[in-house]
């Protein structure tokens, strides 16, 4: 119902509300390669072994090419496949825009009232709407490997500064060690830039940087504890209901401007998009004029 | 002006609408570290003695641990700096939703009505946003690096079907001709599915795999044969006016979204955002409701 936003979908949300708030909402991001898929796997198994439930929600670009077919993650997550305790499900975004902010924030909704105790959500790829994506989560686990890219590849994608928890994976092969230097050194800049800005120093959480073989589970028990001790400082320190509020702003955004987007989208005669896109495609309209355009026939410019 | 976005933006955008839509817009993206900035470098020599006027927009997701000072782009730029038929630029988002999708299409109207017979986009990282950036181009190149990861994580990336040419990188490396072969099957099943959607099979552009080492410049007068040859189809095909009449509907709505969203967050009373999500991050509210609530403030429930 999420990924076909039908009409049922709104009255589920409603009838789902009053049921969240306790899932921990686990984002796990890195460059491709660099072991997600076997990571969320490994994370399933242990989160299992504790008992947890465990959603996964697995966030791909849409790509018309793949289609999801040539994906290996659900092939990869098949022995958790007759676990009761786990729902995985791989969501593509449509190419509409916002997409992923707007879909992602809905399913989360949903595996949170279904009674997860935690969800991990596994973005591809590190740009920004993944950013944005992983934004979302309470705890952010950002995955490097030895080789994949160094500290300042990972900082010049600016996913270093969105991690919780900083993860080398494949940290049997060379070059680990000077990945984990690597990254000590950025977390020390981050820190220095923390304190910079006078908070409260106590309770301050510091990226821990946890090594993981994660094909061969190794290290996995220590990333759980981090996700476990972050979940406890999101707690103790009140940042776990900012988060909360700052998910369902982006949230209810999401939502209003994807309404906004299509209203804007039917809006027909001079205000319909073609005809304003071919006068400014012709260098006869200015973008912005267009746009008061679309807003003035929406009647949300103020005057109506 | 265009990354302040200030007042004078708009009437330097109104003063400018009548010199655009001369310059082709040229994507370049794939993942970190496959070359793109040397590539992007040598392709402005290539371009620069060939007597054409050169824009390079440079587009990073905002980091605040880099804030571009890590960013080698500029120096590698550097042999082009004292070039009057050059303009380089980095531009960083600033965290805002859309915000490159906002502020690349006006920097790109800057560039296009200065006179620049190509303007080189060069995006870091594959997520959606830089998807959508590069679906803004004419021609959007996708580089890929042997042992970077194949053509599967390509495919799963969703980059390959977003490209015009396809430049194999470092082609002088282990696994060159591997990556091309892999991207011939991946082309090859392309070419199937357009065919099966019955276009017009002689005007259909089949997409170029080029072999590049851009930092002996290898390559980079073929892959300037394919960009020429690119636009060419875009004349003959009267594909580049339905990209450039894409680019002005991407450009109005994202104008007009910012404005709208601008407005939802300066709602007041009950409509405060902040208020909003407080009472649905308690599950008091469902996102849906605090939508309508927004919406309705704004006067463009229909209703008003």
Redesign the interface.
Same mark, same amino acid.
């Given at each position: 119902m999420v990924e076909n936003d039908g009409p049922q979908l709104?009255e589920a949300?409603?009838a789902?509300?009053?049921?969240?708030?306790r899932a921990q909402i686990v984002g796990i991001t890195g460059?491709?390669?660099v072991g997600k898929s076997t990571t969320t796997s490994a994370l399933v198994g242990a989160l299992r072994a504790r008992d947890r439930r465990v959603g996964v929600l697995a966030v791909?670009?849409?790509?018309?090419?793949?289609g999801g077919a !040539? !994906?290996g993650d659900r092939v990869r997550m098949g022995e958790h496949a007759t676990d009761d305790g786990v729902f995985i499900r791989s969501m593509a975004?449509r190419g509409k825009? #916002? #997409? @992923?902010?707007w879909s992602t924030?809905?399913a989360l909704?949903v595996l949170d009232a279904a009674g997860c105790d935690v969800v991990l959500v596994e973005t591809?790829?590190?740009?920004?709407?993944? =950013?944005?994506v992983v934004g979302l989560a309470d705890t952010t686990l950002v995955l490097l490997a030895p080789g994949m #890219?160094d500290g =300042?590849?990972a900082?010049?994608?600016?996913i @270093?500064?969105i991690a919780d928890v900083l993860v080398v994976n494949k940290a049997d092969r060379d070059g680990a060690a000077q990945t984990v230097r690597d990254l000590r050194y950025?977390v020390s800049?981050?820190a220095r830039?923390d304190a910079a800005d006078g908070g409260d120093v106590q309770e301050r959480w510091t990226r821990p940087i946890v090594r993981t073989v994660a094909a061969r589970a190794e290290g996995i028990d220590k990333l759980v504890e981090a996700v476990d001790a972050h979940r406890d400082w999101l707690d103790r320190s009140g940042e776990g209901?900012r988060r909360?509020?700052?998910?369902?702003?982006a949230? =209810?955004?999401a939502?209003?401007?994807r309404?906004?987007?299509d209203? @804007?989208?039917d809006l027909g005669g001079a205000a319909a998009?073609?005809t304003?896109?071919?006068r400014?495609?012709? #260098?006869? !309209?200015?973008?912005?004029?267009?746009?008061d355009a679309? =807003?003035e026939a !929406?009647?949300?410019d103020?005057r109506?």
């Open positions: 709104r949300v409603e789902l509300a009053p049921h969240t708030g460059s491709p390669g791909d670009p849409s790509s018309p090419f793949s !040539l !994906l975004t825009l #916002g #997409g @992923l902010a924030p809905q909704r591809v790829g590190v740009g920004q709407s993944e =950013i944005e #890219g =300042i590849q900082a010049k994608a600016g @270093l500064e950025m800049l981050g830039t209901a909360r509020t700052r998910r369902a702003e949230e =209810i955004q939502v209003a401007l309404r906004l987007q209203r @804007l989208g998009l073609p304003l896109a071919a400014v495609g012709s #260098g006869e !309209l200015d973008p912005y004029a267009a746009a679309l =807003i !929406l009647g949300a103020g109506g």
